[in-house]
């Protein structure tokens, strides 16, 4: 069984290290890495990283709940749980779609519950499995802007704007994506149409939130407008 990755953020040793003992009594496998400060963690937090984010409210520095601001700005799925002496920000925590409370003195079975929860989670989140220089990667879909076949290899475009090269065909990774809201608008471009903002009828493309022209081959053009609609219409009754 995979384990949680997760990031716990205290800037008290002694409270880290209790949370940690509570942490390898759980039923639920993890591997966890420290951070004494809201700063250190979002120095290196990229989406994808960590599946649970335990986060201290009351830190000196930035606040717990200032740096889940920041991190809900570039990452709106990764699970996050306050740890506190107190749950007078239980409205914020609620407004930044916190996962769980653990007040402190913090309890075995709260801590049990929450990784079931955050497992759960994980086992029903969508991905697309890859080979990268022999090791299997994940990378979250809902992350994933479009597939671009170049030569020899495939492009991964994510939402962060970064881009990911793989040696490779772009029909080897459909199927994993049959299911879920992707387009193949042409024979080289894959594209997650929750990305896309419009359709440019005259240069016959999507248009992304990113200002990317996806390319619609003649035949798909129909395929592609009834494609996005049914997207569109799909989202408006909270189905996807």
Not at 39 to 66: A, C, H, N, Q, S
Not at 70 to 88: N, P, Q
Not at 100 to 121: F, S, T
Not at 231 to 240: I, K, M, Q, S, T
């Amino acid at each position: 069984m995979e384990p949680l990755t997760i990031a716990l953020c205290d800037d008290l040793p002694e409270e880290r290290e209790k949370l940690l003992a509570l942490l390898e009594q759980a039923p639920v496998q993890t591997t966890c890495t420290q951070f004494g400060s809201s700063e250190d963690l979002l120095e290196v937090f990229r989406p994808g990283t960590y599946d649970l984010l335990l986060m201290d409210i009351y830190m000196k520095g930035m606040t717990g709940v200032e740096a889940v601001q920041r991190i809900r700005e570039a990452d709106e799925t990764v699970s996050i749980a306050f740890t506190t002496t107190s749950t007078e920000h239980a409205l914020e925590g609620y407004r930044l779609s916190v996962l769980k409370y653990l007040e402190k003195p913090i309890r075995q079975k709260d801590v049990d519950d929450l990784l079931r929860l955050v497992k759960q989670k994980k086992d029903r989140t969508p991905y697309l499995i890859v080979l990268q220089n022999g090791t299997a990667k994940k990378f979250l879909l809902s992350e994933l802007m479009y597939l671009e076949q170049k030569a020899h290899h495939v492009i991964l475009a994510l939402k962060d704007g970064t881009t990911v090269q793989l040696y490779g065909k772009l029909s080897t990774l459909i199927p994993q994506l049959v299911e879920h809201p992707f387009f193949c608008s042409h024979k080289s471009y894959c594209v997650n149409l929750a990305f896309v903002c419009g359709i440019d009828e005259e240069l016959q493309c999507y248009r992304t939130v990113d200002g990317k022209n996806i390319p619609i081959s003649r035949p798909n053009r129909w395929k592609a407008k009834r494609a996005y609609e049914d997207f569109l219409f799909a989202r408006a009754r909270g189905a996807v």
